[in-house]
C-alpha cells in the first residue's frame, strides 16, 4: 500500500498564489505517475493536471487551469508539486494527490487511472 500526504492548502484571497505539495511513503518514489484532482460537494472530481512518472510528460484541465497552474515533481526529494497562481473563487475545491506504478513516460488523466490517494487539503479562495 502507497500512502500520499497532501499539505499546502489553505485560505486565500483571490489572486493570490499557493503552492500544494505531495509526498509518499514508497521508496521508489519515480516508478509513479502521479495527478492532482479537485473535488467540490456536489461535483464529480477533476483532474486539474497529471505528471509522467519522470517528470517529462504533463497535461492539464485546460479550461479550468490553463496558464496558472503548474504541475512538477522532484524524484529525488520524492515530492510532486502544484503551483497555483491567481488563484479563483472557483478553484475552491479539497485537493487530493493521486498515484499509480507505471513503466513508460506516460500521463494518466483519469481518477479510475489512480489506486492510491491522498486524504486531500482543502484550498478556499475568496473574493
Known amino acids: 500500500q502507497v500512502q500520499l500526504i497532501e499539505s499546502g492548502g489553505g485560505s486565500v484571497p483571490a489572486g493570490a498564489s499557493l503552492t500544494l505539495s505531495c509526498t509518499t511513503s514508497g521508496r521508489t518514489f519515480g516508478i509513479y505517475a502521479m495527478a492532482w484532482f479537485r473535488q467540490t460537494p456536489g461535483k464529480d472530481r477533476e483532474l486539474v493536471a497529471a505528471?509522467?512518472?519522470?517528470?517529462?510528460?504533463?497535461?492539464y484541465n485546460e479550461d479550468s487551469v490553463k496558464g496558472r497552474f503548474t504541475i512538477s515533481r522532484d524524484n529525488a526529494k520524492k515530492r510532486m508539486y502544484l503551483q497555483m497562481n491567481t488563484l479563483k473563487s472557483e478553484d475552491t475545491a479539497v485537493y487530493s494527490c493521486a498515484a499509480r506504478y507505471s513503466m513508460e513516460t506516460t500521463v494518466f488523466d483519469r481518477d479510475s487511472d489512480y489506486p492510491f490517494w491522498g486524504q486531500g487539503t482543502q484550498v478556499t479562495v475568496s473574493s
Open positions: 505528471i509522467s512518472r519522470s517528470g517529462d510528460a504533463t497535461t
